[in-house]
């Protein structure tokens, strides 16, 4: 278990702490490309590692993420005037382009260079795959920007979609790659032998192996099949410092899918989640088909309050639902995939403290986790770069299979754990 110290290096992400130091090394997911769906909509609130923030989309399409509070006398700039390629102060007038340049001080005398001197506090930012992307850290350490298969697809062949969840953003992390939970938080009766959720029903005790890469690590959870002499073998990608991509059904499936999320500290007790999925062959998926999916997952539109919050929340118990919880139908009572996920990692409290632990086997993954993201905070505080942001993992992505169980994994599933885009 990680020592108090190590604990706060993890889950401290505000300026100047050294976990938010490393994780600016990277870029971040800030905001939905539709919450700034136009030229000169009106500007939104982002919060991201501690720090506020104001999105706008300029007059001429790109976007800016600014420091929100003004430079001349600290008004918010979510009030303000989004006209003419800047964002206009309506307190004196300032106005501040993209790059956090003032182009206008009407306030001072007309012969003033005052503006001239004045740079607002802004962040680089990129548009890809449904989202807004910004670069937080030094501009002479800025990485490439990150390619993964699901973000190179066309408009149509991949969603995202994000949600608000009330605690520190480790413990949602560590939630996302633990794959035993899967075997009891998830589970549901009757069981179908040849449905990939029932596999792990069936065998609730997997076998982990890790392989360490530059970006982060390959892991399996490695299920054996007693009755049939097979391994059930689910192979996840983790990419650091957030990023998650795990595989749907086995590749045998009619059209098995391809999920994964992302996990932004908005500060040190709150998180964003993106959430994103397109199909293994690639192709298209309906609009509504996704929406439909989302809904089974606890997190469609109609399952969320304004600001992304799910309506199932600390505050309602999640809608626990005891009986079918007793009869087996839900194992944890909570309708809602999403929703089962929060209820135990919010529960958690804000931050969870790691030292009272007692970690087994099947937590490997998040053991190695731990490990990187330390060894990361670490190599930044040194000066060096963090593991991952220019080891592009372009060409990965995970795969589910069922294999004898004398054959490895890693030779058996090796094509199918290459990108195709």
Known sequence: MPTREENDLMTRMGPGNPGGEMMRRFWLPALLVTELPEADCPPVRVRLLGEDLIAFRATD???????????????????????????????????????????????????????????HLSYPCVEKAGVVWVYMGPADRQPPMLDLEWMRLPDGHSHVSKTYENCNWLQAMEGGIDTSHSSFLHSRAPIV??????????????????????????????????????????????VLPFHQMRAEG?????????????????????????????????????????????????????????????????ENDYFIDRELQRSGVNYSGVPGINSQDYAVQEGMGPIYDRTKEHLGSSDLAIITARLMLLKSIRAVQEGRDPIGPFSDPASVRPAEMVLPEDVRWQEAMQSELLAKA
């Not at 040849?194 to 005790?205: I, L, P």
């Not at 499936?253 to 999320?261: E, T």
């Open 61 to 119: 399409g790109r976007v800016g993420l600014l420091g929100d509070h003004c430079s001349h006398r600290g008004a918010s700039l979510f009030f303000g005037r989004n006209e003419e390629n800047g964002l206009r102060c309506v307190y004196h007038g300032w106005k501040f382009d993209v790059s956090g340049h003032c182009v206008d001080m009407p306030n001072e005398p007309a012969e003033s260079s005052f503006k001239e001197r004045i740079r």
């Open 193 to 238: 032998a040849s449905d990939a959720d029932d596999y792990r029903a069936r065998t609730r005790n997997p076998r982990l192996e890790v392989l360490e890469t530059p970006y982060g690590f390959t892991y399996a959870g490695i299920r054996h099949l007693t009755d049939e002499g097979k391994n059930y073998v689910r192979a996840y990608q983790f």
């Open 250 to 314: 086995p590749s045998t499936r009619s059209n098995p899918q391809i999920d994964g999320h992302m996990w932004m500290p908005i500060d040190d007790e709150h998180t964003w989640v993106f959430n994103w999925a397109y199909r293994r062959d690639l192709g298209a998926i309906p609009d509504q088909d996704w929406l439909d999916q989302e809904h089974r997952m606890g997190r469609g539109p109609q399952d969320l309050l304004p600001g992304f919050r799910l309506k199932q929340s600390l």
